[in-house]
């Protein structure tokens, strides 16, 4: 494409204007909110498996401490704290998919501190590092893909400085999700999932259910209709069709045995997620071998010249910095292997497993996100891609057992982080492009966004173990894509141990099912058919329990109610009022993460109260480890404040 080429907007920032940007007020408020999105997507990702974007949220919010209480605050320094601040709902989705996995193996009883922050912080930073390359090609050039999120978020940063925020709809959200959450925990008599038993037959019978949970109704509004209907429809395929047709085959069974038989049936979701993946990538190979070849040429020759410009919107951090923190991170994950799986050899295999499928998958995800966004980005598709990639090298160098198991999930975390985190960053640069901001500035503003989450990551997922009796792959916390991970890397690496127990049949049942969809879905995507039949929503529901699947629904159905109230509106006033749910729906979501969190502390205090006082009293080594954490964080942003680069334009 010639730069001539390159598409005209109408940028919110005026050529020449001088405004704050990266200053002290938007790096910690974005840091904060970096840490608390994290907290909270990492307790949805294991109800829901599934998380959201936290963009706009963090946008929101940033208006309502900037421009509300502070009375300061550019449009470029929101901008600042939403691209920091999504960081933490990214990285968690990267990590929670896959280092959950490792308790349910057996590897670990506890979350190793410093492995989850290490596999967080160096992922995360592959993400970013091998995404800016792609910047100009993807988000200038590219008019193909739209990024629909990062348009939304400028949009939103648009009428926060013309018209104020929706920051009462966000908080009121949040108190409404917390306080349900409260009382659902602590409140006697009062359940949070009704069931009921219904029988066929003496000999078949399946259960309805539904989970209380006003977030996952939230995540429901937000995915949309079609998403909703999918993933229940999932469900019922599940409970109402292969349950039922197990038993009829197996009728030495009570219902009170419903859930051992649920935990055979739903590997039908496990081969549906495999193909699922596989067939993502597929469909998108024409836009991710440009994305490939954007990558490892950097740009087009065209558009190499405008890169030489010095103008604030053309600033990518250089490629010296890249190369030079590429081969750091590479070394510093081939020794984070070694330590782990107690053999360099093995590592070594491993280190360059994850670097060809972080290269590669950084650009499909950068890609895929800018066609249909973040929250609906099929990261866990390309993190099956890559523990089969993975299984194939390690093989040929004979690497099997729970060394091979441990391998494939390190390797799959680095890589899920790093696909998660490029999806976020290049949301986030699009809608810099849009309000004008400088590039370098947001990349640095990612960076420091994932080391701050990276440190709350595995004392979070610790709360979340240890509050429930049956810890993480229980009902209240079923990890659905951390279980499948476990189930695929298990049954690739101990076959003949029979350690996994893998129900094949419904792994290869669920993966022709998977086919069939996917090849309806494409004769709907040729019709231009508004209703679709995407796979992996599907197949998140045959693993879900149905419970989920149903509020889920409901979510759904209320975003479709309010489409058909406001239908006769103008196209602005209904993108108006589908913010404000949006808003409200997030503040909800958010409330019941952080009341979750927080009842798994109180629980854990109970516990360890019950255990005596010398219990009660000891101090986790790793909240020195998070402090110390901390420390490190605060030292590289006094270095990059003393910077002059970092400097220029961001004071009046």
Same mark, same amino acid.
């Given at each position: 494409?010639?730069?001539?080429?390159?598409?005209?907007?109408?940028?919110?920032?005026?050529?020449?204007?001088?405004?704050?940007?990266?200053?002290?007020?938007?790096?910690?408020?974005?840091?904060?909110?970096?840490?608390?999105?994290?907290?909270?997507?990492?307790?949805?990702?294991?109800?829901?498996?599934?998380?959201?974007?936290?963009?706009?949220?963090?946008?929101?919010?940033?208006?309502?401490?900037?421009?509300?209480?502070?009375?300061?605050?550019?449009?470029?320094?929101?901008?600042?704290?939403?691209?920091?601040?999504?960081?933490?709902?990214?990285?968690?989705?990267?990590?929670?998919?896959?280092?959950?996995?490792?308790?349910?193996?057996?590897?670990?009883?506890?979350?190793?501190?410093?492995?989850?922050?290490?596999?967080?912080?160096?992922?995360?930073?592959?993400?970013?590092?091998?995404?800016?390359?792609?910047?100009?090609?993807?988000?200038?050039?590219?008019?193909?893909?739209?990024?629909?999120?990062?348009?939304?978020?400028?949009?939103?940063?648009?009428?926060?400085?013309?018209?104020?925020?929706?920051?009462?709809?966000?908080?009121?959200? @949040?108190?409404?999700?917390?306080?349900?959450?409260?009382?659902?925990?602590?409140?006697?008599?009062?359940? $949070?999932?009704?069931?009921?038993?219904?029988?066929?037959?003496?000999?078949?019978?399946?259960?309805?259910?539904?989970?209380?949970?006003?977030?996952?109704?939230?995540?429901?509004?937000?995915?949309?209709?079609?998403?909703?209907?999918?993933?229940?429809?999932?469900?019922?395929?599940?409970?109402?069709?292969?349950?039922?047709?197990?038993?009829?085959?197996?009728?030495?069974?009570?219902?009170?045995?419903?859930?051992?038989?649920?935990?055979?049936?739903?590997?039908?979701?496990?081969?549906?997620?495999?193909?699922?993946?596989?067939?993502?990538?597929?469909?998108?190979?024409?836009?991710?071998?440009?994305?490939?070849?954007?990558?490892?040429?950097?740009?087009?020759? @065209?558009?190499?010249?405008?890169?030489?410009?010095?103008?604030?919107?053309?600033?990518?951090?250089?490629?010296?910095?890249?190369?030079?923190?590429?081969?750091?991170?590479?070394?510093?994950?081939?020794?984070?292997?070694?330590?782990?799986?107690?053999?360099?050899?093995?590592?070594?295999?491993?280190?360059?497993?994850?670097?060809?499928?972080?290269?590669?998958?950084?650009?499909?995800?950068?890609?895929?996100?800018?066609?249909?966004?973040?929250?609906?980005?099929?990261?866990?598709?390309?993190?099956?891609?890559?523990?089969?990639?993975?299984?194939?090298?390690?093989?040929?160098?004979?690497?099997?057992?729970?060394? @091979?198991?441990?391998?494939?999930?390190?390797?799959?975390?680095?890589?899920?982080?790093?696909?998660?985190?490029?999806?976020?960053?290049?949301?986030?640069?699009?809608?810099?492009?849009?309000?004008?901001?400088?590039?370098?500035?947001?990349?640095?503003?990612?960076?420091?966004?994932?080391?701050?989450?990276?440190?709350?990551?595995?004392?979070?997922?610790?709360?979340?173990?240890?509050?429930?009796?049956?810890?993480?792959?229980?009902?209240?916390?079923?990890?659905?894509?951390?279980?499948?991970?476990?189930?695929?890397?298990?049954?690739?690496?101990?076959?003949?141990?029979?350690?996994?127990?893998?129900?094949?049949?419904?792994?290869?049942?669920?993966?022709?099912?998977?086919?069939?969809?996917?090849?309806?879905?494409?004769?709907?995507?040729?019709?231009?058919?508004?209703?679709?039949?995407?796979?992996?929503?599907?197949?998140?529901?045959?693993?879900?329990?149905?419970?989920?699947?149903?509020?889920?629904?409901?979510?759904?159905?209320?975003?479709?109610?309010?489409?058909?109230?406001?239908?006769?509106?103008?196209?602005?006033?209904?993108?108006?009022?589908?913010?404000?749910?949006?808003?409200?729906?997030?503040?909800?979501?958010?409330?019941?993460?952080?009341?979750?969190?927080?009842?798994?502390?109180?629980?854990?205090?109970?516990?360890? $109260?019950?255990?005596?006082?010398?219990?009660?009293?000891?101090?986790?080594?790793?909240?020195?480890?998070?402090? $110390?954490?901390?420390?490190?964080?605060? $030292?590289?942003?006094?270095?990059?404040?003393?910077?002059?680069?970092?400097?220029?334009?961001?004071?009046?």
């Amino acid at each position: 494409m010639e730069i001539s080429e390159v598409p005209k907007f109408s940028p919110y920032v005026r050529e020449g204007k001088d405004e704050p940007e990266f200053t002290v007020q938007a790096v910690v408020l974005g840091l904060l909110i970096s840490v608390g999105m994290c907290a909270a997507m990492l307790y949805i990702g294991l109800r829901l498996g599934m998380t959201i974007s936290a963009s706009i949220p963090a946008a929101v919010i940033s208006m309502a401490v900037l421009r509300g209480v502070l009375r300061r605050g550019t449009i470029l320094e929101n901008n600042i704290v939403q691209t920091i601040g999504s960081a933490g709902e990214s990285l968690a989705a990267g990590a929670l998919f896959t280092m959950p996995a490792l308790i349910l193996v057996g590897v670990w009883k506890d979350f190793d501190y410093w492995t989850v922050t290490l596999v967080a912080i160096l992922g995360g930073f592959l993400g970013v590092l091998f995404m800016i390359p792609m910047r100009r090609s993807l988000i200038v050039e590219e008019k193909e893909i739209k990024y629909p999120e990062g348009v939304a978020c400028a949009e939103v940063l648009k009428a926060g400085q013309e018209k104020g925020t929706g920051v009462v709809l966000l908080f009121l959200g @949040g108190i409404v999700g917390a306080v349900a959450k409260f009382i659902l925990s602590f409140v006697q008599g009062l359940v $949070a999932t009704f069931s009921v038993t219904v029988k066929f037959s003496k000999t078949v019978f399946t259960s309805f259910a539904i989970d209380f949970s006003l977030a996952a109704l939230g995540v429901g509004y937000i995915v949309g209709t079609n998403i909703a209907i999918l993933v229940l429809l999932g469900g019922v395929i599940t409970w109402f069709v292969a349950i039922p047709l197990y038993l009829s085959y197996n009728p030495n069974f009570t219902p009170d045995d419903l859930g051992k038989i649920y935990k055979t049936v739903r590997y039908l979701g496990v081969g549906a997620m495999v193909v699922g993946g596989i067939w993502s990538i597929i469909r998108m190979r024409s836009g991710i071998a440009k994305a490939i070849k954007s990558l490892a040429g950097r740009v087009s020759p @065209g558009s190499t010249e405008v890169l030489k410009t010095i103008k604030r919107t053309d600033q990518d951090l250089s490629m010296k910095f890249i190369v030079i923190f590429t081969i750091i991170c590479s070394i510093g994950i081939y020794l984070l292997y070694g330590s782990v799986l107690k053999s360099y050899s093995v590592a070594a295999v491993a280190t360059i497993a994850m670097f060809v499928a972080g290269f590669f998958f950084v650009a499909v995800s950068s890609y895929i996100t800018g066609l249909v966004g973040s929250s609906n980005n099929p990261v866990s598709g390309m993190t099956i891609c890559t523990i089969l990639f993975t299984f194939v090298l390690l093989y040929l160098f004979n690497v099997s057992g729970q060394t @091979g198991v441990l391998a494939l999930l390190v390797v799959a975390g680095v890589v899920c982080c790093a696909a998660a985190s490029a999806g976020d960053i290049s949301q986030d640069l699009k809608t810099g492009y849009l309000v004008k901001a400088t590039p370098k500035k947001q990349q640095i503003g990612q960076v420091l966004g994932v080391i701050s989450a990276s440190f709350i990551i595995a004392p979070v997922l610790s709360a979340l173990h240890k509050s429930e009796p049956e810890g993480i792959g229980s009902k209240a916390l079923p990890a659905p894509q951390a279980s499948m991970f476990k189930s695929l890397a298990e049954g690739l690496m101990t076959p003949k141990e029979g350690s996994s127990g893998i129900p094949w049949n419904f792994v290869l049942i669920g993966a022709a099912m998977a086919v069939g969809i996917g090849i309806v879905d494409e004769l709907l995507h040729r019709r231009q058919s508004k209703f679709r039949l995407h796979i992996m929503p599907l197949a998140v529901g045959l693993y879900l329990p149905l419970e989920l699947g149903v509020i889920i629904f409901i979510g759904g159905l209320v975003s479709m109610l309010q489409g058909l109230i406001i239908g006769k509106k103008d196209e602005k006033e209904k993108e108006r009022l589908k913010q404000f749910g949006v808003l409200l729906a997030s503040g909800i979501i958010a409330g019941e993460a952080i009341a979750g969190i927080v009842t798994a502390g109180i629980k854990i205090a109970q516990q360890a $109260a019950e255990k005596g006082v010398e219990k009660a009293t000891e101090a986790p080594a790793e909240y020195w480890q998070v402090a $110390a954490g901390f420390a490190l964080l605060t $030292a590289i942003l006094l270095l990059i404040f003393s910077t002059k680069s970092y400097k220029t334009g961001d004071a009046k």
